[in-house]
């Protein structure tokens, strides 16, 4: 029995003679017309494209639908970087036969005092065992030496967060502010370092943030191998410098791309336990396999409006999850000023939110040989700037940006471009891990992919996605019997030091959980 549950409830009838279904589509194979399975992708940013980009290459139909104006993420939020281990996002990009990066670039890191930290090219310097490279090769400007070695004792805690499911059931339930207080960290040393890192890093201070994303995060995009925090740009916004080529890449092999499509609602077919079709408004896409690739908000709205969805424990725990607003601007100023490094990171301590800020100049070529200074800036956790008018806005921009950019007061704002992005990034907030989906669903053909799916792979962001979504394709794969897995490279190894320490760690904690009373006390 077919049960359409989704606003409005159509029955078949209604949506043969009413709504617009995707064409079935043929393939050709070995002189019979073999009708091709139709997957439907909700979302097209990292995690939906990569999804579509595989299954299209194995001969599925694939239709991705994406609620907003144009494909992609949504509005090219953001100045993207791409960070050394994105070894799946260089090897497509390889694969495309694009260019789309700047060279590797150095970074800085700003707390309210002003420049704490200079980061190096970290691949340019000799190698040595993490996490000595980083530690000896970051040039600190304010922080002393005694206050840095306060972190050391934090290995222990990366040493025994490994990515399992026991390991982010531990530490999700602590802040991070609490983890570095355990293991001993300086309070100059969180309040002019972690605690700016983490706030855009994780887009929240660490009082907010869960201490298994925040070392899952460190981990891999900071310790595990010292080249690992090298990044590059992308030389134009997310959109036409990848995106779009790409997709261009997948049309031509039949995928289809529909923009404006609000999914509405789903067909469940008790008989087979799968949905069947896709609503958006009033028009269906049937489908032989769901892969959902859309932010967290994105589908709480979704499982609001779904009766099919609120039938499942694992959908309705995710509308406990929480999710941060953003704020992006971008600045054209009157004159050139001196901005001295293209990435710049900062937060002050009783900031609710984080910035970064870019010189567009350094990094888009777009803006490479504009005589004037063209900035971005993008505020994280920024609840308190979205309600204000954007006058009030960009007096507030420049007053904080003059701390750290000491020409900015010489200059004058001639153009301003503010993007307010509401609920557009995951709060991995103390005690979210639990809420959070996997890859799988109680819907046989529905999968997960995105930024905050869980996966073991160990990856972070846009990477990430991009993994989910391949992820998320080779699950498709498996159900419908059909086509090649596609080939997911998983991260680097570790260290062998680090090993030998997980190894000697997971023998420890064994033994441990043999005592007497091991699980009588609260972890
Ligand atoms: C300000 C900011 C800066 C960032 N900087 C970096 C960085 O430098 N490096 C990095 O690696 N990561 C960065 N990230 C994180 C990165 O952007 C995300 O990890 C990545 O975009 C997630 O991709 P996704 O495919 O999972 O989701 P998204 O990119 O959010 O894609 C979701 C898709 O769903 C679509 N959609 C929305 N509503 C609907 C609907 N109702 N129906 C259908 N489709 C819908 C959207 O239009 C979008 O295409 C940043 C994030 C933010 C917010």
């Excluded at 993994?467 to 998983?490: C, M, Q, W, Y």
Aim: overall charge negative; some cysteine; hydrophobic content about 40%.
């Amino acid at each position: 029995m077919l049960g359409c549950c989704s606003l409005p409830c159509l029955s078949h009838r209604y949506r043969n003679n009413f709504c617009c279904k995707a064409q079935t589509s043929q393939n050709y194979v070995n002189g019979d017309h073999k009708k091709k399975k139709k997957v439907v992708i909700v979302g097209s940013g990292w995690a939906g494209l990569g999804a579509a980009h595989h299954l299209t290459n194995q001969g599925f139909d694939v239709t991705v639908l994406d609620g907003g104006n144009g494909f992609g993420n949504p509005d090219d939020i953001s100045i993207q970087g791409f960070w050394y281990p994105y070894r799946n996002i260089f090897n497509l990009v390889n694969e495309l036969g694009i260019n789309p990066f700047t060279n590797w670039t150095k970074s800085a890191l700003y707390s309210e005092e002003g420049l704490e930290v200079e980061f190096p090219i970290f691949q340019d310097l000799p190698q040595l065992p993490s996490p000595f490279g980083t530690l000896l090769y970051t040039q600190f400007f304010r922080l002393p030496l005694v206050d840095r070695l306060t972190s050391l004792p934090l290995i222990a805690a990366v040493v025994n967060f490994d990515n399992t499911d026991t390991a982010w059931k531990k530490y999700d339930s602590i802040t991070a502010r609490e983890l570095f207080k355990q293991f001993g960290s300086s309070e100059r040393l969180y309040r002019g370092v972690f605690g700016p890192l983490l706030q855009v890093g994780l887009f929240s201070p660490a009082e907010q943030c869960s201490a298994a994303a925040s070392l899952g995060l460190i981990y891999y995009s900071i310790l595990a191998h010292q080249k690992d925090f090298d990044v590059v740009w992308c030389r134009g916004t997310l959109r036409e410098k990848i995106l779009e080529p790409w997709m261009d890449s997948m049309k031509t092999k039949g995928c289809e791309f529909l923009d404006r499509r609000m999914v509405t609602g789903f067909c469940f077919d008790e008989e087979t336990g799968c949905i069947s079709e896709v609503v958006c408004g009033g028009e269906t896409y049937e489908s032989d396999a769901v892969i959902m690739a859309v932010g967290i908000s994105t589908l709480q709205e979704i499982i609001r409006n779904s009766a099919v969805l609120c039938t499942r424990e694992e959908f309705l725990k995710v509308l406990n999850l929480a999710s941060i607003d953003v704020l992006t601007i971008k600045l054209r100023l009157d004159r050139k000023v001196n901005v001295p490094h293209a990435s710049n990171a900062c937060s002050g301590y009783d900031d609710s939110f984080g910035c970064t800020f870019f010189d567009l100049n350094q990094i888009h070529d777009e803006h490479k040989d504009d005589t004037v200074t063209v900035l971005q800036a993008d505020f994280y956790h920024a609840n308190e700037l979205l309600p204000l008018k954007d006058e009030q806005i960009v007096v507030k921009v420049v007053a904080y940006l003059s701390k750290y950019i000491k020409d900015l007061d010489s200059a004058t704002v001639m153009d301003t471009k503010i993007g307010r992005f509401p609920n557009s990034f995951t709060h991995f907030f103390p005690g979210s891990y639990k809420y959070m989906m996997r890859g799988s669903t109680s819907f046989v053909n529905v999968f997960m992919a995105g930024d905050w799916i869980v996966t073991r792979h160990g990856s972070w962001s846009q990477e990430k996605s991009y993994v989910t979504g391949l992820e998320a394709g080779n699950r498709v794969i498996d159900f419908l019997e059909e086509g090649s897995f596609a080939k997911i490279i998983p991260v680097e190894e570790d260290e062998p030091h680090i090993e030998a320490l997980r190894s000697l760690n997971r023998n420890l904690n064994e033994l441990r959980s043999q005592l007497p009373l091991s699980s009588y006390f609260l972890q």
